[in-house]
C-alpha cells in the first residue's frame, strides 16, 4: 500500500476499509475467546465503547474526499455491527453455560444443600407454652406484671405484714427505694384485682427471684405460673376440679391429685398440691427416677384467697370468693425428663439444649 505524499482519496478509503476489516478480524478472535462475562465486558468496551476502537476508525472518515465519504461510512458502519453481533453471540453462550460459576468439575449444582444447623426450644419455654395453652383452653386469660414490685404488692397486700420473717433483708433482693425483685407471681393476682372488676379469672407466668443458694435443686431465678378465679360462689371444690382439669390436661387422664394442708399469708385454706407420678403411675417399683419413689411430685402451692387480700384489693369478700394457686415451672421441667441438676436449665449448655431438638 503506498504511503507517499500526494496519495489519491481512493487510495485513502481502501486503507481505512483495510483497518477496518483487520480491526473486526481481531475483535472477533478476542471475543471467542472471552472466557466469562467480565473478560467479555472488557472486550467490548475496547472495541464498542464510547470510546472504542471502532468509534476512531469512524472519526478517519473525515480525511476521505467528499464523495467517497458515504461508501466508506457504510462499510465501516457494517464492520460495527457485525462485531456487536459478535458481542451479543458470545454472551448469550457465556450466560447459557454458566460461565459465572467456577470450572470446578466437583461441584454438582443438582445435589441437595447442606442443611443449616437448626436451634432447640429451651425446656422452660417448652413447659411454658404447652401450660399456657391448657389455661387458655380454660377460659384464662394471660396477664403479666413488673418484675420489680413495691413492697405493697409483693408483701402488704398479699397479707404479708411488716415484721414477717418473709420480708427480711435477707430473704428478698432489695433494690432502691425500697423496692425488690418479686419473689412470686401473686403480686400480678394484686394487680390484676386492682384495675379489674370480677368476675375474674386469669393466669400469670413469669420469672420470680429469691437469694437462694444455688445448688442442684435450687436456682435464685426461676418461673412460675400464677393462676386467680374470682367469683361468685366459688369454693374449694372449684379450686380441686380446676386442678384437676389442668393436671389431666398435662400429663393425661389418671393421674391423680393431692392436697396437703398448708400455710400461706394469702390464702386460707391453703394447701400444697401434688399430682401423682406420671412415670410410674404413683406405685413405684424399686427406685422411680420422676418421683424418687414417693408416688407423688409436688407441683405448687394453692388455696382460698384470703379475704383480707381480697378487701385491700378492693373487692368485697362478702361477695365474691376466689382461689389462687402457683406451679413451679423449672421443677415440672425437671421432673418431665427426669433432670437431676436444676442448672442445667439456666447454664444454657449447648449440648444439654440441642437433646430436645
Ligand atoms: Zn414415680
Known amino acids: 500500500m503506498s504511503n507517499g505524499t500526494g496519495q489519491s482519496g481512493g487510495a485513502a ?35 464498542a465503547g464510547k470510546n472504542g476502537a471502532l468509534k476512531e476508525l469512524l472519526k478517519g ?45 466437583s461441584f454438582d449444582p443438582t ?28 377460659g384464662f386469660d394471660e396477664v403479666t406484671g413488673p418484675e420489680v414490685e413495691d413492697a405493697w404488692h409483693n408483701f402488704d397486700a398479699l397479707n404479708i405484714p411488716a415484721g414477717h420473717p418473709a420480708r427480711e433483708r435477707t430473704d428478698q433482693f432489695y433494690v ?22 370480677p368476675p375474674l379469672r386469669v393466669f400469670a407466668p413469669g420469672r420470680v427471684y429469691r437469694p437462694e443458694t444455688v445448688d442442684a435443686r ?30 389431666e390436661s398435662m400429663y393425661g387422664s389418671g393421674i391423680a391429685t393431692r392436697f396437703r394442708p398448708h400455710n400461706f399469708p394469702f390464702t386460707e385454706v391453703s394447701a400444697e398440691l401434688d399430682v401423682s407420678c406420671p412415670a410410674c403411675g ?17 407441683l405448687g402451692g394453692c388455696g382460698m384467697v384470703h379475704p383480707r387480700v381480697l378487701s385491700m384489693c378492693g373487692i368485697d369478700p362478702e361477695r365474691w370468693t376466689g382461689f389462687a394457686f402457683g406451679m413451679g415451672v423449672e421443677r415440672i421441667a425437671m421432673r418431665r425428663w427426669a433432670l437431676e441438676d436444676i442448672r442445667a436449665l439456666e447454664e444454657n449448655d449447648v449440648r444439654f439444649l440441642s437433646q430436645f431438638a
Not at 435464685?220 to 374470682?230: C, D, P, R
Open 13 to 47: 478509503a481502501a486503507r481505512l476499509a483495510a483497518d477496518a476489516e483487520a480491526l473486526a478480524a481481531a475483535a472477533r478472535a478476542e471475543i471467542e475467546s472471552a472466557a466469562d462475562l467480565d473478560a467479555l465486558a472488557k472486550v467490548r468496551a475496547r472495541y
Open 61 to 105: 472518515l473525515s480525511g476521505l474526499p467528499k464523495e467517497e465519504r458515504p461508501a466508506a461510512g457504510a462499510g465501516v458502519n457494517r464492520i460495527a455491527a457485525a462485531v456487536q453481533d459478535a458481542l451479543d453471540a458470545r454472551r448469550t453462550a457465556l450466560e447459557a453455560a454458566g460461565a459465572d460459576e467456577p470450572d470446578d468439575p
Open 111 to 138: 445435589l441437595p444443600g447442606a442443611p443449616l444447623p437448626r436451634g432447640s426450644r429451651h425446656p422452660v419455654s417448652i413447659v411454658l407454652d404447652e401450660m399456657r395453652a391448657i389455661f387458655v383452653r380454660m
Open 176 to 197: 432502691e427505694g425500697g423496692r425488690l425483685l418479686r419473689s412470686q407471681t401473686s403480686t400480678v393476682q394484686v394487680r390484676v384485682m386492682e384495675t379489674r372488676k
Open 218 to 247: 435450687h436456682l435464685y431465678a426461676f418461673h412460675q405460673v400464677e393462676g386467680l378465679v374470682i367469683d361468685e360462689g366459688i369454693s374449694l371444690a372449684d379450686l380441686k376440679a380446676c386442678i384437676r382439669t389442668f393436671a
Open 282 to 298: 404413683g406405685t413405684p417399683t424399686g427406685r422411680c427416677a420422676t418421683c424418687g419413689g414417693e408416688g407423688w411430685i409436688e
